[in-house]
């Protein structure tokens, strides 16, 4: 989303978590988002000053990595980049003859996997003033875009997704790879149901929509009580506002025509041992746990029981990461 004329500084904040993940001499657990390290430069840090990840691209690597607060974003972005990667990647493989990118921001995949997407279109969409930023960067720190990269700006007051689809030449008999990152929290309900059952009817079976989401009582709970990277979005004027109702996501896809596939919860062991496992055995963070386990306990210790309850039900609601399948249809 964007706020008062200004391009989404969420989509500024998570590119420079990646960016600063890409600086990891480890392999095994590098963010491989190298792209956004070029598109992120001081005037795009200078809209993010309030979260502390703004100055970790000025600091040497090895420093800003015992922020507990910047590591912690920086592992989340690892997680949701190399599990997206690998469904496209996945999705091209199986037959995907198009790429459509819902509210982009920065997101950089034409530019990384150029190779792997020659001559299929990859379609960006995204609300104006973030995507004319975008497109200005792009031009200045890469050279300019993919000549199969096509931008569609949107104004959802006045279209509808599927009007947008049209006019950017997607062709809905054949197999799609959506990705909608970073994007659906923003969305009120009404309008991400549309945008799900946009995707549904005009894209062929087969095709699917990796998709991240929170639950209901997690954004519930980041409304009542904003902290971190929510607080910053909120104060910028882009707060959380939609979740998926507690355990009926497969029920509440399944309304929208979509079925359920994949799923992975962020922070969950199966994402640690996925992602964030270092090739020596020991695990990412592993520098923090300490400091992570000192804080959990200091805040367990100042929230009343109610709050304290509340956020155990957010947690145990969770923070996911989903592929959507469009079925085959029923003649």
């Not at 690597?61 to 980049?81: C, K, Y």
């Not at 959802?156 to 030449?169: I, N, P, Q, T, Y």
């Not at 355990?247 to 992975?264: H, I, P, S, V």
């Amino acid at each position: 989303m964007e706020a008062n004329g200004l391009p989404s500084r969420t989509s500024i904040l998570t590119a420079a978590a990646r960016a600063f993940g890409s600086r990891e001499s480890d392999s095994s657990v590098r963010n491989p988002d190298w792209v956004a390290d070029r598109l992120i430069g001081p005037e795009e840090l200078a809209l993010i000053t309030e979260h502390p990840i703004s100055k970790a691209l000025d600091l040497p690597f090895d420093e800003a990595i015992n922020d507990p607060d910047i590591f912690g974003f920086a592992w989340l972005m690892l997680v949701r980049t190399r599990f997206i990667d690998e469904h496209l990647e996945r999705a091209v493989r199986n037959g995907a003859r198009q790429v459509v990118i819902l509210g982009a921001g920065f997101d950089t995949r034409a530019h990384r996997f150029a190779e792997l997407l020659k001559g299929l279109p990859v379609i960006e969409i995204d609300y104006g003033t973030t995507q004319d930023y975008k497109k200005q960067r792009v031009e200045a720190a890469l050279g300019g875009a993919p000549s199969n990269l096509v931008y569609v700006s949107v104004d959802f007051a006045r279209e509808s997704l599927g009007d947008v689809l049209r006019r950017a030449g997607h062709r809905d008999d054949e197999k799609t790879f959506y990705i909608c990152e970073g994007v659906s929290m923003y969305v009120p309900e009404e309008g991400m149901r549309g945008t799900l059952r946009t995707v549904a009817a005009q894209s062929a079976p087969g095709s699917s929509l990796l998709l991240e989401y929170m639950n209901r009582s997690g954004i519930e709970f980041s409304q009542q009580y904003p902290m971190g990277v929510v607080k910053n979005a909120l104060d910028w004027g882009e707060p959380f506002v939609f979740g998926v109702p507690d355990g009926q996501d497969r029920e509440f896809f399944l309304e929208t025509g979509l079925e359920l596939g994949e799923t992975l919860k962020m922070g969950s062991p199966e994402s640690v041992q996925r992602y964030a496992m270092r090739a020596d055995g020991t695990y990412y963070g592993a520098h923090l746990a300490k400091v992570f386990q000192e804080r959990r306990e200091a805040m367990e210790k100042a929230l009343t029981d109610e709050i304290r309850q509340k956020m155990a039900q957010a947690t145990l609601a969770g923070y996911w990461l989903a592929e959507l399948k469009v079925p085959e249809r029923v003649s």
